[in-house]
């Protein structure tokens, strides 16, 4: 380059020449630019580049590149103006991307539970069960885990409204108020007199407190409760079998036989994560399991799990219990005594069983079955299916069959631990409907409870609505109900404020606001306690309380800490700190206690028997509550509508249940419309041909079909309340007669499952109780697995998950659990239908018998991290890889999309991201994410990891603390809220860990295990305690296993679905 | 020897500046009114086609019917289809070459044009049928910031990177070697300077000499030989996406054989409906691609269809005979399953039809051929769709099944490939020469005696 130089120095320095060896000429001739060369790596150094000398110089290029770069994205979108402010001042407890947990509850008008909401930066995330907590044990239902969508819910009102009525009370205008506004007027018109307070049950001690308070402070207001999903004639039943009108809680966790009439446990009554908990304990395999036989009009969550399953019209309920009460009395020879107020009717059904087309032989194990169990059996009926004309009468039945048993004061808890505080009753509703009517109701506060969604329009409701001067609505949204009340003033979510649960008279738990409220909203609590604390004659403790945590905290003072072991002996600060940190507070001793056994002194008449409508030729409705949704307040919930049903796996949609017979007979396919009546009312539906379902029954989930719901929700369904009635004091849901007419309407059912026949695969490996006593491997057919490679060596941890098939019930919380962990999009009904859901864990049901009245068997299905994975070896990128601890790990960054290793998974368990779901979430509910799971974009595929974030947060954890990893430590989202506790966790490595242990269990195996992928999934063969399964299950411990696969598979089917065949359309493998 | 003689290779009598002009014609002369209209509605396939790719790639796979459980549908299907397609073009031009088969001259470069672009056509499904077809460049081994990170080898998808792009690679060599004679006769015929130019530049300085043909010769030749292992290979390696997956149908040791039969299948269909289109676009070519060359084709078409038929029912057999249940159950429900009509499809076409070339008059007739041919082509696609979708719709656990979600999409990428195609190929028979001048020239009887034995030379 500088030849100019070279020649200059060339001379000066020829000494140089003698040295050693040289390499060149110019070296030789002692070049000095040459030599310099040599020092320098680099023949010229960026920074010897000299501004404006040689053309374009470093800098002015930088220049030039960074003024073309400034051009070129000068024309793109600004990104939004965000601020990051530091906390002046941090808060002690927050660690930035560490999570804080809050002990809260929750409650949805009738299931309960306790539960730790993960806040991060001052944000909740996630709704997690509370272990804590006496009732749930740290389960939590898919319904609670929504919890924490509905605080996000971008639908919900965001301040108080004013809708300005027409003279017909009809909404004319919506206008924005303010709560000073509203409290001015309302409290005028509370002064006036004439109030009255509606809401569903509250089982809360403030509230009732300040309920009690607000009516002393307004001349006498009336409070009046009414459950979406009543249970109030079980109260009734009690108060007339045995005097006192309460809510028993059945002890599941003492009973070895349970008999379910038509109440759907597992699923939606009441409180089934508490009981799904106390029911999977005693169905450990072996001498002790327990036993499930379900009458039922339709298939539900508690009919997939039972033993033995009888179908059932809902007006045949009764029937059912009279004559296992006759027949439980005749096999006793004498020694069970049938109550004589009920004697006669129980007479009068001993031949009942022939007549409803029973195996008799069945029934009369079901009988002898109960009377062994004298003491430690359970006889249960609830639910909307129950409510028929004869729903107390069957209360009564069902009282006098447990009594006659022993099981009351064992089985059934009537004393310490009651639901005391579910006091809803249709008779007082109808009295206030009445006096509404009537105007004397002059002001009418109305809870959160959208009731002219709600109630049928034989209740009178909406109009005697109209006749009320002042209505004042707490919803969140400005719904039927809403916009029938003068001022909507939303009342926020349960974790924007404090409050409090007696969810069993003596569990005290506690809710933790966790958020300040989001928006313009005021709790029930909240506004009792302004407006009260504004009358002239307000209560001392009213006055003294500044806030509604100071009123909440009095009432804690006052009533709760002297009941509870928890508050004995410390000052109530300690009291309340503990509370906050527990969640809880109950009496162990107190809850140990189940009471004694009553005198049973209720009675059913002949006459009220012959009063019944006679049970016609035709169809019978059956209504419930979908373990989704449940009464239709979390319709607005993606999470949830998307959440594929437990025993139809159908998504966004509530249908017409109608049995296969039922099908053939009426010509009906799934998806086409039928018009129901019921009464006067018709409502359109689709129908879906569901196996298990009485054959006079058409069954109807309530709660969809909603127009105000939200942008998720409306328009998902049809409105089933309709259908229901509302008279002489007596909620009807069920049993009613239906005419059902087919038109030519077509409409698409959407669900996650298609095929409902294993093909006589091993899939769902299950056994019976006496086959697995012979043979704790009975069910489990083992490969001959022959490999030349050396097994993979995991030296450190090597995780591993089990799930006991026995103990699943198919409940779906897991789903939803994960959806919320890991930040899986919903993706829309009309993806679902493409096959685009994106679950990490699904939960196949398949069914096995005759499609009248099926088995099922149900598995949950997640990655299952093979050491031979077959995704890794085909991906060409490397973007799934297998780590040392034998996670089978998604790098998403990496992923460019290919699908190979989702084609190669024999599982199925990858899910592909088709578009860019997130960004199509709106805000705020993007402040669900959890930041410790990436969002994945479009593009690329995702899966189970396992909650590998959880693993690091747990590993770093004990590393930081130099300790070991304790067992149990580390629990992924699906374990974690599993009421029946399923699914085990942990270290295959640690050979004391529980999760090693089901891997050992006899009753362990692989899916597909003759792949050679080695999955890290135990399943535990399902033990049903029934012989009758093993003959359709051909594959017992006494088969031959020499045979070859093909013949096996062969016999399976034949035995296992010959019977279905006719029902199957063999092109789609769909019921028709 | 037996003394039946050969039909002339070319008919007419040509002289050998007949045979130039003849071939030339479409090239010089300016383009007709049918070919216009032909171009014009191929081009506006083809901008059909990539404004849906350019859709599919703004919005997401999921515009497809691709889902889960079947994660490769139309793109994937019509990638194999295409590649398929190209093997007759590297058969006819390289194996019938070192055979010395001279009755390819005439079909060899048209053949081989129709390789090239339908890999080219092929090419662009795997970069598009990715989630993020913007980073495709890292199925790419090279050398990387990235750790580096290299890719996995152990990929079939990665074979098929270096299996398609070799092959793509010495197709177009191959090809564009044989055009340099026919270049610089162009060149040398020009009567415009543009056209002397672009073609001088094409023709690489080609004089004619005998150093120049010796050189060509041999460099064709070695070209040759390596194209021949490739038309083996690229569809063995193809065939691996399948076979080395575990995916009951798909995992299968049968499938190198039976996809390189097929792709010979398809790839001789594709030439016989391409090379009827053309002898009635350019009646003059009546004379180079007769009757006889057809009927050659035809033979091998039935030949290859009778291989692909017997890979069919020996599927089956190999089905029945393992034992593995879950192998019976892909293949019965091939055949009687929800996709029975695919299934018949490819049968019918593949299998059935085929066999009227049994029947000498029907190889002999062009409109039966040219129905045969597009049987022979829908027949093709189809027994790719049956692979990939029916294989994948019904697998290891009942829970999983589901059904392709067909969208406008697929349909819109399906013909809008053919529009890329047709495109390219009517652009190469306006500015090639669709007959090899240098090759077909050696194979008339110019000043020689008609030998009274065929064969030999």
Known sequence: MDSQNTQNTSDSNTTSSGSAYWMSLEQWNGDQALADRFENEFMSSPLSSEDGKDGVARRDFLKIMGASLALATAGCIRRPQAHIIPYAKAPKEITPGEPNYYTSTWFDGTEGAGVLVKTLEGRPIKVEGNPEHPMTLGGLSARAHGEILSLYDPDRLRAPVRNLQNKERTNKESVATTFEEADEKILASLKAGGVALLTGSKPSPSLKAIVSDFSKAFSGARWVQYDSLPVDAIRAGQKASYGRAILPRYRFDKASMVVSIDADFLGTFLSPVEFAKQWAKNRAPGKDMSRLVAFESFLSTTGMNADDRFRIRPSQQLDVVLSLISRVAKLSKGSVVIPGGISAAAKAFENAPKALGFDEVLFDKVASELLQARGSSLVIAGGLPTLTETQVELQVAVNALNSMLGNDGKTIDHDTAVFETMSGSAESLQALIADMAAGSIKTLIIDDLNLNYLLPQDSGFSEALKKVETVVYTGNRNDETGSASQWVLPAGTGLETWGDFELQSGVFSIQQPTIMPMYQTRSLGEVLLAWTAKAANAPQRVKSAATWRDYVMGVWKAEIQGSVELGSGKSFEDFWLQVLQVGVASNKGRRERSGSGRAFVGSISEASLKARPAVGAGYELALYPSVQIGDGKLGNIAWLQELPDPVSKVVWDNYLQVSPAMARKEGLNKGDIVELKVGDVTVKAPVLVQPGVHDSVVALAVGYGQKTAGKVGNGVGVNAYPLSSLAKGKSIFSGRAATVTKTSGRYDLVSTQDHHLMEGRKIVLESTKSAFEKDPSSGIHKHQIFTIWPEHQYTKNKWGLAIDLNSCTGCSACVIACQSENNIPTVGKKYVMQGREMHWIRIDRYYKGSPDNPDVAIMPLTCQHCENAPCETVCPVLATVHNDEGLNDMVYNRCVGTRYCANNCPYKVRRFNWFNYMKKREEPLHMAYNPDVTVRPRGVMEKCTFCVQRIRRGTNKARDEKRDLRDGEITPACAESCPSDAITFGNLNDPKSRVSKMFENKRSYKLLEELNAVPRVAYQVRVRNADRVMEANSHGPADNHDKSHGDDVKKDDKKSHGLLKQDVNEKTGELV | ?457
């Open chain 2, 1 to 457: 020897m037996s003394t039946v003689t050969r039909n002339p290779l070319v008919l007419g009598n040509k002289s050998y500046k007949d045979i130039t002009d003849d071939i030339l014609a479409p090239v010089e002369a300016p383009p007709g009114k049918r070919w216009f209209a032909l171009f014009l509605s191929a081009k506006m396939l083809f901008l059909f086609y990539i404004l849906h790719i350019a859709y599919i790639i703004a919005t997401g796979m999921g515009l497809l019917g691709v889902n889960h459980p079947i994660g490769w549908g139309t793109m994937i299907i019509t990638f194999v289809f295409w590649i398929g397609i190209g093997h007759a073009g590297t058969l006819i031009s390289a194996v019938l070459f070192l055979f010395r088969q001279k009755w390819r001259t005439s079909v060899a470069r048209s053949a081989e044009a129709m390789t090239v672009f339908a890999v080219m056509t092929a090419g662009i499904f795997p970069l598009i049928h990715t989630g993020r077809p913007w980073l495709d460049f890292w199925l790419l081994p090279y050398p990387n910031q990235r750790g580096p990170l290299w890719v996995n080898f152990r990929s079939p998808l990665l074979w098929d990177v270096f299996a398609v792009s070799t092959y793509a690679t010495v197709s177009s060599v191959f090809w564009y070697v044989g055009l340099v004679p026919d270049f610089a006769t162009i060149r040398d015929r020009a009567q415009t300077k543009l056209r002397k130019t672009i073609y001088g530049a094409l023709s690489l300085g080609w004089r004619g000499s005998a150093r120049d043909w010796s050189h060509y010769e041999m460099v064709y030749l070695l070209l040759a030989g390596l194209s021949t292992p490739l038309v083996l290979s690229v569809h063995t390696i193809v065939s691996f996406d399948f076979a080395v997956s575990m995916l009951p149908g798909w995992h299968t040791t049968i499938f190198p054989p039976y996809f390189v039969a097929g792709a010979i299948f398809s790839g001789f269909g594709m030439v016989v409906t391409l090379l009827t289109l053309v002898r009635i676009g350019f009646p003059q070519f009546k004379d180079y691609i007769t009757i006889d060359h057809m009927e050659v084709m035809n033979k091998i078409i039935m030949a290859t269809g009778l291989l692909v038929g017997y890979a069919y029912g020996s599927e089956f057999f190999i089905a029945w005979y393992s034992g593995n249940p879950y192998e019976v159950y892909a293949f019965t429900n091939r055949a009687f399953g929800p996709y029975w009509w695919a299934y018949w499809t490819m049968i019918t076409c593949n299998v059935v039809i085929p066999q009227l070339f049994w029947f000498r008059q029907f190889r002999r007739s062009i409109p039966v051929m040219f129905v045969v041919s597009i049987f022979v082509n829908i027949g093709m696609w189809f027994e790719r769709f049956v692979i990939t979708v029916t294989s994948l719709h019904r697998d290891f656990l009942p829970s999983n099944w589901g059904m392709y979600a067909w969208s406008w999409f697929d349909t819109a990428i399906l013909f809008g490939s053919f529009g890329m195609f047709l495109t390219i190929f009517m652009l190469y028979l306006k500015f090639v020469p669709a007959i090899s001048i240098a090759e077909v020239k050696p194979v008339l009887y110019v000043g020689k005696k008609r030998p009274n034995h065929g064969g030999g030379h």
